[in-house]
């Protein structure tokens, strides 16, 4: 899985600039979140972002489109393919806002994720729910999907 669980340098790594800060998108502080910016394409196009960590990994990553247009088949399939292979990611019933990702070795899953992208709004989120020994995050989709 690329970004998601990796640390800040591999996340670095992966988008080949340093991160800049980045306001907290889940408001857990107090349980160690902090968050990092990534700015990708121009002022008129790419991305904006933001990567959350606990413990120094990366647990939730939310992509942002720089630009008001709607996203297409290609913004979320570009977004997805960012975190793994696109053939891991499965969506049901086919048009709903939410997604899940699996990796398997053999027929064990070694790496989840789960997210949503919402057609209203310019921007995707996906997160690791759950890391054994780690705190547990929880999403508020409503209010994750109104920060700016």
Do not use: C
């Amino acid at each position: 899985m690329n970004i998601l669980l990796k640390s800040l340098r591999e996340v670095e790594a992966h988008f080949k600039k340093k991160a800049t800060m980045a306001s907290n998108l889940l408001d857990m502080v107090g349980q160690g979140e902090k968050a990092h910016g990534f700015l990708t394409g121009t002022m008129d196009d790419g991305w904006d972002v933001t990567v959350g960590f606990f413990n120094d990994k990366a647990r939730y990553v939310r992509f942002k489109k720089r630009t008001a247009t709607k996203w297409t088949e290609g913004d979320l399939r570009a977004v997805l393919m960012q975190i793994g292979p696109y053939s891991n990611w499965s969506r049901s019933p086919a048009d709903s806002d939410y997604f899940d990702y699996a990796e398997k070795q053999g027929d064990d899953v070694i790496a989840s994720a789960t997210g949503w992208q919402t057609p209203a709004r310019t921007r995707a989120f996906i997160y690791v729910p759950v890391v054994p020994g780690e705190i547990g995050i929880m999403p508020d989709k409503t209010a994750v999907d109104q920060k700016p």
